[in-house]
């Protein structure tokens, strides 16, 4: 039934940090395109097929308090890159902080300005 995701959206207290971070360091292409809202916010492209990422300004209820360190254990959004290396150089230059994952396998987690975790994988279905 369930074809793909859409969109996931994450709460943001400055759109410009959250921007810089997405938009100018994970090199995620902002879309132009979003309708005039009464809150700010952005809609990022995360590739051709429609897939976005929607950043809010908006009150957030959730408390950046008591999140686990590591992202693997708390709610977040994972992405297929193309070059985890080379993501994770982009984060580290950033001074953002990633945490391997635990399973052994070839990811690793972070968290934007907000808090919220991101998880990072190359696509190995592809090769098969």
Request: with cysteine; aromatic share 8%.
């Amino acid at each position: 039934m369930i074809k793909s995701i859409a969109h996931a959206s994450f709460l943001v207290a400055d759109l410009d940090v959250s921007l810089t971070f997405y938009r100018d360091v994970l090199e995620i292409k902002q879309n132009m395109e979003r309708p005039n809202f009464p809150f700010e916010g952005a809609w990022l492209d995360l590739n051709a097929q429609g897939q976005q990422l929607h950043l809010m300004k908006l009150p957030n209820p959730d408390s950046k308090d008591g999140r686990p360190e590591h992202g693997g254990k708390d709610k977040h959004i994972a992405l297929v890159v193309e070059n985890l290396d080379a993501v994770a150089k982009k984060l580290d230059a950033a001074g953002v902080e990633i945490s391997r994952s635990k399973s052994g396998r070839a990811a690793f987690f972070c968290r934007d300005p907000d808090g919220n975790a991101l998880e990072f994988s190359e696509d190995f279905t592809a090769a098969k």
